[in-house]
Structure formats: structure tokens, C-alpha cells
């Protein structure tokens, strides 16, 4: 199975900062790289799918990118509704896996 | 509006069997894969299962092959997962979601909450 590990675990943050958050597969995926959010009642939400495309109704603040094993999130400008659980997905490879998440706190 | 609601979650002894629905509405639901992932508590997600659109195939990780049977019934637009032979690591939040391109899950339900214990 690929594994993949997100960093950092908890980040740190204040309103209107921008951050990014880091996925790493152990092996290319080719793009096949997915965010999701996860808020504290555990409504969990897609946000984009292979690497850098948003979900319909996704603000424009998030954005993806990345390349082979390396994949990131980044929000451009935080939200108070921002604050949440991140994760990635890989669907390049049977079965889909998930990172280990990624907790996004106010500062 | 997609929406996906699942039930059927409870506390369960290990060894025994539940069984777990998710109704869906505001789309063809014959017309999309299925899936259903996990979390246990404080933990990431897992995929537990998926069915395609007519039910004829099915798929599972090796975790869960040989307990747990996803199926579903399209006249009813209805989504199931049965699970047998319970252990205490099944415990979790089971997601409904419905598939996009590949095992990307474009839409979640609110999840429901099983907890195998003695």
C-alpha cells in the first residue's frame, strides 16, 4: 500500500495568514492526490481533487499543487472557518489511502 | 443537493453482526460508485469499501475482506454495508460517500457511530 504522511501535524495560525500543508506519498502518484476538511462535529468536506482542482463551491483562497511524490494544500488568506482537520488522499494506487492529517489551530 | 444519511450504528459485541444504511437523494444514485470509509476515534480515515454502480462489483481492503459486505439497492437508492465478525477495531464514525473519478469521494454523509464492546 502507499503510505502517506502529512506535515506538520498541527500547525499554528492566525486570521489572514497564509499556510501551506504538506503531503508526501512513498511512491509517484501522479497527480492523484485529493484534500479533504474535516471540522470538530465531523462534517468532513472535499476540497480538491487530482492535485489542484477545486470542488464545485470551494473557496478560491485554497489551492493545490505539487508533482510525484510531493503534493501541498495552501490557503492563501485564513478564514475563521478554516480552522479544521486537513487530509490528503492518494487514488493512484489500490487501495486509496490517507494521510494522517493535519490540525490546523488558531494561534 | 447531494445528500447522504446514514444509520443503523450502535454499541455491538465482538464477534456479532450489524448492519449498517445510508439513503441518498438529489442525484441518480445508479448512476455513481459507492463507498463507505471510516475513522476511528482520534484517528485518520480509512476506505473500508466500495460498489459500483450496479452492485456486480465490489471492492474491499484487506482489513475488512471476508467481514464486511457493502451492497446496494438502486430502486430505493439505498446504500448498505453489513459487517460480521465484529472486533474492537472496527470502532468508528462509517462515512457514506459518493464517488467521483477513481476513489476520489466527492460527497460525505454525517457518518454513524459503531463501538464494538463487550
Known amino acids: 500500500d502507499i503510505q502517506m504522511t502529512q506535515s506538520p501535524s498541527s500547525l499554528p495560525a492566525s486570521l489572514g495568514e497564509r499556510v501551506t500543508i504538506s503531503c508526501r506519498a512513498s511512491?509517484?502518484?501522479?497527480?492523484?492526490l485529493n484534500w479533504y476538511q474535516q471540522k470538530p462535529d465531523g462534517t468532513i468536506k472535499p476540497l480538491i481533487y487530482y492535485t489542484s482542482n477545486l470542488q464545485s463551491g470551494v473557496p478560491s483562497r485554497f489551492s493545490g499543487s505539487g508533482s510525484g511524490t510531493d503534493y501541498s494544500l495552501t490557503i492563501s488568506s485564513l478564514e475563521p472557518e478554516d480552522f479544521a482537520m486537513y487530509y490528503c488522499q492518494q487514488d493512484a494506487s489500490f487501495p486509496p489511502t490517507f494521510g494522517g492529517g493535519t490540525k490546523l489551530e488558531l494561534k | 443537493e447531494v445528500q447522504l444519511v446514514e444509520s443503523g450504528g450502535g454499541l455491538v459485541q465482538p464477534g456479532r453482526s450489524l448492519k449498517l444504511s445510508c439513503a441518498a437523494s438529489g442525484f441518480t444514485f445508479s448512476n455513481y460508485y459507492m463507498a463507505w470509509v471510516r475513522q476511528a476515534p482520534k484517528k485518520g480515515l480509512e476506505w473500508v469499501a466500495t460498489i459500483s454502480t450496479s452492485g456486480s462489483r465490489t471492492y474491499y481492503p484487506d482489513s475488512v475482506k471476508g467481514r464486511f459486505t457493502i451492497s446496494r439497492d438502486n430502486a430505493k437508492s439505498s446504500l448498505y454495508l453489513q459487517m460480521n465478525s465484529l472486533k474492537s477495531e472496527d470502532t468508528a464514525t462509517y462515512y457514506c460517500?459518493?464517488?467521483?473519478?477513481?476513489?476520489?469521494?466527492?460527497?460525505w454523509g454525517q457518518g454513524t457511530l459503531v463501538t464494538v464492546s463487550s
Open positions: 460517500a459518493r464517488q467521483g473519478h477513481r476513489y476520489w469521494f466527492a460527497y
Open positions: 511512491q509517484g502518484i501522479s497527480n492523484n
